[in-house]
Nanobody, 123 residues
Framework: HVQLVESGGGSVQDGGSLRLSCVAS??????MAWFRQAPGKEREGVAA???????TYSNSVKGRFTISQDSAKSTLYLQMNSLKPEDSAMYYC????????????????????WGQGTQVTVS
C-alpha cells in the first residue's frame, strides 16, 4: 500500500521561499516528482527526479526551484525560492513504481501514485 504525505505548504510573500516535503512509503519508486494545479488550470509538472539523481524542471521554475530526495528517509523535497504569485497552487507529490524513464518526465500519466497535496499561496 503506497502512501505519500506532503507537508510544508503555506502562505508567503512575493519573493519568499518554502520547502515542501513528501514522505513516501509502501514500495520502491523509480521516479518521484512534484506537480501543481491552480484553480481552473490543468495539472502541471514542476520537477522530477530519478533514483540516479537525474532531474527535470519545467521552464517556469528552472533556476528557482530545486528537487532532491533523501533515499534513506524515503523523502522527496522541493526547495522553492524567489516565489511569484503565479506559483500559487496545490502542490502534489507523485511517484512511479514501474521502470524509470530517462530523463524523468513531467507528464502526470507517467506516475501512478499521488499524494493529497499541500497548498502554496504567494501574494
Amino acid at each position: 500500500h503506497v502512501q505519500l504525505v506532503e507537508s510544508g505548504g503555506g502562505s508567503v510573500q512575493d519573493g519568499g521561499s518554502l520547502r515542501l516535503s513528501c514522505v513516501a512509503s509502501g514500495s520502491r519508486f523509480s521516479m518521484m516528482a512534484w506537480f501543481r494545479q491552480a484553480p481552473g488550470k490543468e495539472r502541471e509538472g514542476v520537477a522530477a527526479i530519478s533514483l540516479a539523481r537525474l532531474t527535470t524542471y519545467s521552464n517556469s521554475v528552472k533556476g528557482r526551484f530545486t528537487i532532491s530526495q533523501d533515499s534513506a528517509k524515503s523523502t522527496l523535497y522541493l526547495q522553492m525560492n524567489s516565489l511569484k504569485p503565479e506559483d500559487s497552487a496545490m502542490y502534489y507529490c507523485a511517484v512511479r513504481t514501474s521502470s524509470a524513464l530517462v530523463p524523468p518526465p513531467l507528464r502526470p500519466s507517467d506516475y501512478n501514485y499521488w499524494g493529497q497535496g499541500t497548498q502554496v499561496t504567494v501574494s
